[in-house]
T-cell receptor
Framework: DTEVTQTPKHLVMGMTNKKSLKCEQH?????MYWYKQKAKKPPELMFV???????INESVPSRFSPECPNSSLLNLHLHALQPEDSALYLC???????????????FGPGTRLTVL | AQSVTQPDIHITVSEGASLELRCNYS??????LFWYVQSPGQGLQLLLK??????LVQGIKGFEAEFKRSQSSFNLRKPSVHWSDAAEYFC??????????FGQGTELSVKP
């Protein structure tokens, strides 16, 4: 099973709202990722969690707050977003080996976020 | 600096025709190479990957890719395209540590 699930599929929020995106995987992977993807562009890495600890933050604004409550779940808390934050947000997961994180990442279907 | 180039932004092929999508990379070490496909509004699906060994790798949906070190290329091929193959295709290089560098993508259209 190589499935990563994400909820909700679509989200519309105002700039003063607080919302959360959720991601779940049951592949036993210990690394999880958040990406942002604008239309007609490749995904851009935002955060990486390894063993439930944040290992990479690609200088993402603090209005995006990730959380990894356990090895299967990854959340992205959103607050005071801007219209330019509208995008497809993708979650991914991968194994972790002794030498580091595997580069083979499995992606979820994404959450389409619109900020009004 | 590491980079991935997909020279073709958009390709149109007829259904049943063969397909080749180009990917060139710049990376100092032996690369980990991937091809992903993305249907509109969907996530990325892993088609195939190359780590080492046989330079011709087989993937899902009838796709294959060939690693050519001398040309720094990892082109994706399919002998007969189906209408359902219409999508965006991304080539990526793995840097290790969970970081992927993606190309800009190639949009494939299939005409009947």
């Amino acid at each position: 099973d190589t499935e990563v699930t994400q909820t909700p599929k679509h989200l519309v929020m105002g700039m003063t709202n607080k919302k959360s995106l959720k991601c779940e995987q049951h592949m036993g992977h210990r690394a999880m990722y958040w990406y942002k993807q604008k239309a007609k562009k490749p995904p851009e890495l935002m955060f990486v969690y390894s063993y439930e600890k944040l290992s990479i933050n690609e200088s993402v604004p603090s209005r995006f707050s990730p959380e990894c409550p356990n090895s299967s779940l990854l959340n992205l808390h959103l607050h005071a977003l801007q219209p330019e934050d509208s995008a497809l947000y993708l979650c991914a997961s991968s194994q972790v080996f002794a030498g580091g994180l595997s580069d083979t990442q499995y992606f979820g279907p994404g959450t389409r976020l619109t900020v009004l | 600096a590491q980079s991935v180039t997909q020279p073709d932004i958009h390709i149109t092929v007829s259904e049943g025709a063969s397909l080749e999508l180009r990917c060139n990379y710049s990376y100092g070490a032996t690369p980990y190479l991937f091809w992903y496909v993305q249907s509109p509004g969907q996530g990325l699906q892993l088609l195939l990957k190359y780590f080492s060994g046989d330079t011709l790798v087989q993937g899902i949906k009838g796709f294959e890719a060939e690693f050519k070190r001398s040309q720094s290329s990892f082109n994706l091929r399919k002998p007969s395209v189906h209408w359902s193959d219409a999508a965006e295709y991304f080539c990526a290089v793995g840097l290790g540590g969970g970081k992927l560098i993606f190309g800009q993508g190639t949009e494939l259209s299939v005409k009947p």
